[in-house]
């Protein structure tokens, strides 16, 4: 399960990354904190503001999959680390003097989105420059699993430290600015001739194009292109509705948001533990049950009657949700050519991310209106519907492929023997 993690290169960026991510949650929690209390519980504008931190994925997510092709990626990762501590701390600075207005945590949300686009395809791609092609599958659950494990921690710290300052969240952004240094002095501290760099795709015209035009010949790619959407507009829109039901259906303060986000963690930790241990690439059919299995559990969620139930439902549903994160990941990954990897990963986190631009308004107007639970129950109802059409596309996909085999078979036999 923890293979990786004998690679000195990888073992001294995952531990960074973790004390980096534990920030990165505690400024999560606190800006989604911040936004209610700016915006006097607004649903919607909880929604605007995740909207904000994703929407430029769409449009310069793809440039960053060019340039992680194109340029060494550790340098390129070293520039992002650093423009995002940057913001954190100009953030929180703000917040700890007073004044913070509600524009400016749109505005520092679009900035931190517009530099994440850069990073997470730049970041998810050198993965595999760090633990080589055979351990690729260990590592991007490892990875996962590092992430959760500081979704264990950060917002459960944050909720506290929120609660210990009357309601202040400036102590989270700083302490994610901080965080940041951390990761920065990993990739300056690794052994560049222990990577396995790949060949960097010269510059030329196109290239962008040919992206997309290599992942759209590859129906395998296309499908779990489609079920990342679908799970990124209406399954990871969490830190809108968990906010929700801790604030309007439940009446309670941010320790309780932040344990409610903690025991969502525990499932994804869990589920990214239980990812780690596969060796190979993961099958269609597997995808699209895990995409059922999600939509059910959230399903599940929204139905449940009280804040102990709520919360013991949001364990499988974290479990759930990485399972099929990982999962996806590493199809993605290991079916893609080493020279596309870097433009095929930003095209896959931009359909993952894509979607919240859409769907947190969307949730966010659903929980106001009609009422938190409603937010779980509609997403993950329209989860299980998509997974129960792509497993039908998928059968007669498969169908279809064995009834070509068998007349190519029937074609080439010999005729007229005895």
């Not at 606190?30 to 909207?51: E, F, M």
């Not at 991007?140 to 609660?163: D, E, H, K, W, Y």
């Not at 059919?285 to 449940?304: D, H, I, R």
Request: net charge positive; glycine share 12%; proline share 5%.
């Amino acid at each position: 399960m923890f293979r990786s993690l004998r690679v000195r290169n990888f073992r001294l960026y995952a531990s960074a990354n973790l004390v980096s991510l534990i920030g990165t949650w505690m400024q999560r929690i606190g800006q989604d904190w911040l936004v209610l209390q700016l915006s006097g519980d607004s649903g919607v504008a909880l929604g605007v503001v995740t909207s904000l931190q994703f929407a430029p994925g769409l449009v310069l997510g793809m440039y960053g999959g060019v340039l992680a092709d194109r340029y060494p990626k550790r340098p390129l990762l070293v520039v992002t680390q650093a423009l995002m501590g940057v913001i954190a701390l100009a953030l929180g600075l703000l917040v700890i003097t007073g004044h913070v207005q509600l524009w400016h945590v749109l505005a520092f949300a679009a900035a931190l989105g517009v530099v994440s686009s850069i990073d997470l395809p730049v970041r998810q791609s050198f993965v595999s420059e760090m633990v080589g092609p055979d351990l690729l599958t260990n590592a991007v659950g490892l990875n996962s699993t590092v992430f959760n494990g500081a979704r264990l921690v950060g917002p459960a710290v944050a909720g506290l430290l929120i609660g210990a300052s009357s309601g202040g969240t400036g102590p989270a952004f700083l302490i994610n600015a901080g965080s940041f240094a951390f990761t920065i002095a990993a990739l300056l501290g690794m052994r560049a001739a222990e990577l396995f760099p790949s060949p960097p795709v010269a510059r030329a015209r196109g290239q962008l194009r040919a992206g997309l035009a290599y992942t759209w010949s590859r129906p395998d790619l296309v499908l779990a292109l489609s079920l990342a959407f679908l799970v990124g507009t209406f399954g990871l829109s969490t830190q809108v509705t968990i906010a929700l039901m801790a604030r309007q259906e439940f009446h309670l303060g941010a320790s309780a948001f932040g344990l409610l986000t903690t025991f969502f963690a525990v499932g994804s930790l869990t589920g990214a533990l239980l990812s780690a241990r596969r060796n190979s690439r993961p099958k269609e059919g597997f995808l699209v049950l895990a995409l059922v299995v999600l939509g059910s559990c959230c399903v599940v969620a929204g139905l449940m009657p009280g804040y102990a139930w709520f919360a013991a439902a949001l364990v499988p549903m974290g479990a759930a949700a990485m399972m099929f994160t990982v999962a996806n990941n590493g199809f993605v990954q290991l079916g893609a050519d080493p020279q596309m990897r870097g433009r095929v990963m930003a095209l896959y986190f931009v359909c993952l991310t894509g979607g919240l631009p859409i769907g947190s308004p969307l949730i966010g107007w659903i929980g106001e209106h009609l009422g938190a639970p409603w937010a779980f129950v509609l997403s993950g109802g329209l989860l299980v519907v998509a997974g129960l059409c792509a497993a039908a596309w998928l059968s007669r996909s498969t169908r279809a492929r064995q009834l070509a085999e068998e007349r190519t078979t029937v074609g080439r036999s010999p005729i007229g023997a005895g």
